[in-house]
Nanobody
C-alpha cells in the first residue's frame, strides 16, 4: 500500500522557519522524483520545489528560491523541505508528490500558517 505522510507544518511568525517531512512507503522511493506542492485557499495548487531520484538535481519556484531547501534521504525513504524566512504568502497546505513513468502519488498534506 503506497503511503506519503507529510508532517512538520504548523503556525509560525513571519521570518520564522519550519521543516516539513514526507515519509514514503509501499514503493521504491529511490526510483521516484519527488516534489513539494502547495495550495492556498482560493488559489491553484503550485509547484514549490522538486528533487531528482538521487538528489543531484533540484528546482525551485521563484517565490521560494533562496529561502527553501528541498532534500531527500533515500535510506530513510523521506523527503524534506526546509523553509526559512517564512512570509505570510507562504501560508498554504503543503503536499508531497512522488512521480515516475506512469505513476503519481500524493500525500494528504500538512498546513503551514505564517502569521503574527
Amino acid at each position: 500500500q503506497v503511503q506519503l505522510v507529510e508532517s512538520g507544518g504548523g503556525l509560525v511568525q513571519p521570518g520564522g522557519s519550519l521543516r516539513l517531512s514526507c515519509a514514503a512507503s509501499g514503493f521504491t522511493f529511490s526510483d521516484y522524483g519527488m516534489r513539494w506542492y502547495r495550495q492556498a485557499p482560493g488559489k491553484e495548487r503550485e509547484l514549490v520545489a522538486l528533487i531528482s531520484t538521487t538528489g543531484a538535481m533540484t528546482h525551485y519556484a521563484d517565490s521560494v528560491k533562496g529561502r527553501f531547501t528541498i532534500s531527500r534521504d533515500n535510506l530513510k525513504n523521506t523527503m524534506f523541505l526546509q523553509m526559512n524566512n517564512l512570509k505570510a504568502e507562504d501560508t498554504a497546505m503543503y503536499y508531497c508528490n512522488a512521480y515516475n513513468f506512469g505513476s503519481d502519488y500524493w500525500g494528504q498534506g500538512t498546513q503551514v500558517t505564517v502569521s503574527s
